[in-house]
């Protein structure tokens, strides 16, 4: 594996946690100013060592920086960490998959036969 796919890989394991991505959620809202880990704190009603060790995974894995600021450490989104991600994931399936799934929205409904199946207990994997 190369080194941009590497560190794709710490951002996504780094985001696969919920309170980590209610985490970004909250200091991608912040912009670029950021946000206090106390105000995160507040916000998600996160004991400060639990809180802690998840801003430390965030800014590991060069999703967050954090910046000191007097007694304070205020969090913001690392510029472009998400664009390069979302690039990475849409890359994965090649050229042709990536310009179709642009030029195709996924639809929220099920197919009928999909439909279906899953109401008879059955799960479909394949969309039959």
């Not at 780094?14 to 995160?40: D, F, S």
Request: glycine fraction near 10%; charge should be positive; hydrophobic fraction near 50%.
């Amino acid at each position: 594996m190369n080194q941009a796919a590497n560190r794709q890989v710490l951002i996504l394991a780094a985001l696969a946690q919920p309170t980590r991505l209610r985490i970004v959620a909250i200091a991608a809202e912040a912009g670029t100013k950021g946000i206090a880990a106390g105000e995160i704190a507040r916000v998600l009603q996160c004991p400060a060592s639990t809180l802690s060790f998840h801003l430390k995974e965030l800014n590991r894995a060069g999703v967050l920086e954090a910046r000191p600021r007097g007694r304070f450490v205020i969090y913001a989104m690392e510029a472009g960490v998400l664009e390069e991600l979302a690039q990475f994931v849409a890359g994965l399936g090649g050229a042709e998959v990536a310009a179709a799934a642009k030029a195709r929205p996924v639809r929220g409904r099920r197919s009928v036969r999909k439909a279906r199946a899953t109401d008879r207990g059955q799960l479909s994997m394949f969309g039959d």
